[in-house]
């Protein structure tokens, strides 16, 4: 299984392959699109479609963030991004899930 580091080259190369916009000047548009393809991953899951695919559509999301990233920041390791986020997250308290909504409801 590729890495997000190795994933990212692999949309380099389909995207130098197929000539698509190549520029920081296409960064926006490639955001636009990953939103794009979010909309068609909940299109697809409300219809209910097959499961395989609502998960193909939320791969579109993922090529198109790999590549708005590598052209915003070619240096970033996405792999060493994610870890760090992950363990940021991880040691988050509850302020944005569940234990923040019961303790607003409690009234104190
Ligand atoms: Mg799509």
């Not at 097959?50 to 240096?75: H, N, W």
């Amino acid at each position: 299984m590729p890495t997000l580091e190795e994933s990212k080259k692999k949309v380099e190369e389909l995207v130098k392959a197929k000539g698509f916009g190549n520029s920081p000047d296409d960064i926006a548009n490639k955001l636009l699109f990953a939103f794009i393809e979010l909309g068609e991953a909940g299109d697809s899951w409300k219809k209910g479609k097959p499961t395989d695919e609502t998960i193909e559509e939320l791969i579109d999301v993922i090529f198109y963030v790999l590549d708005a990233s590598r052209l915003i920041a070619p240096d970033a390791n996405l792999d060493e991004v994610f870890n760090k986020k992950w363990t940021k997250n991880m040691g988050r308290g509850y302020q944005y899930g569940e234990g923040f909504r019961s303790k607003k409801s409690s009234g104190s």
